[in-house]
């Protein structure tokens, strides 16, 4: 069995080893024990190594939740055909078409944005 782990729970782990392995930097230095010192530099970048590895391969989307991104609506055929029939019965009447389609795109965007 697989169990993910979170990249927050990666990041919490990360910190609590830099931090022990800073202060094992200081305490290993001030007790001149250049051999204790360098293992725990080591293991803090080995930390922080993993912690950029494991941000590099999580999504933007995924950081924080284990959830992705809802597929977009399936297009409503009928519905896109009468936004065209409409459109074509504002530009029959005069208006500028230009103007009518950029505001069928704002419209288009306030629905998306709405949703949220």
Do not use: K
């Not at 609590?16 to 930097?25: E, K, L, R, T």
């Not at 995924?62 to 399936?74: D, K, L, N, S």
């Amino acid at each position: 069995m697989t169990t993910a782990v979170s990249t927050r729970a990666v990041r919490r782990v990360v910190l609590a080893v830099c931090v022990s392995g800073i202060a094992g930097m200081i305490v290993a230095s001030i007790n001149d024990n250049n051999g204790a010192a360098l293992t725990f530099g080591l293991l803090t970048t080995v930390a922080v190594v993993c912690l950029v590895v494991a941000t590099a391969v999580t999504r933007p989307a995924g950081i924080g939740t284990a959830e992705p991104e809802p597929a977009p609506p399936p297009v409503d055929e009928a519905q896109a055909a009468r936004v065209e029939d409409l459109v074509g019965g504002l530009v029959a009447a005069g208006a500028d078409e230009r103007a009518v389609r950029s505001l069928v795109r704002e419209a288009v965007r306030l629905g998306r944005t709405g949703r949220s």
